[in-house]
């Protein structure tokens, strides 16, 4: 069973940045998976941050692109995602997502909250 961990999170104000961690029990597989950064706002759907293959192409949502930075570590089983100018909209929980080629349905941490406050 895979494990996902998320770590990084806080109250931030305005402008600032953070880096969020998902660190995986996943051993070598780890290199084989998809991964992704979803967050989801109280009273808002789930929604897909940025995601990279394993392959290392990577994608981002439109609401992030030029601000966050996906990348991943496969010594470390490790995804991380760079949080620059953090606005008050990007306050969520944010989840980290792996998927699999033979899994029926993705693993999900259990997310570490990020608020953006002045």
């Known amino acids: 069973q895979v494990r996902l961990v998320e770590s990084g999170g806080g109250l931030v104000q305005p402008g600032d940045s953070l880096r969020l961690s998902c660190a995986t029990s996943?051993?070598?597989?780890?290199?084989?998976?998809?991964m992704g950064w979803y967050r989801q706002a109280p009273g808002n759907e789930r929604e897909l941050v940025a995601s990279?293959?394993?392959?290392?192409?990577?994608d981002y949502a439109d609401f992030v692109k030029g601000r966050f930075t996906i990348s991943r570590d496969n010594g470390k089983n490790t995804v991380y995602l760079q949080m620059n100018s953090l606005e008050p909209e990007d306050t969520a929980v944010y989840y980290c997502?792996?998927?699999?080629?033979?899994?029926?349905?993705?693993?999900w941490g259990q997310g570490t909250q990020v608020t953006v406050s002045s």
């Open positions: 997502n792996a998927r699999s080629l033979y899994w029926s349905t993705p693993r």
């Open positions: 996943s051993g070598i597989n780890f290199r084989r998976y998809d």
């Open positions: 990279i293959t394993s392959g290392f192409s990577t």
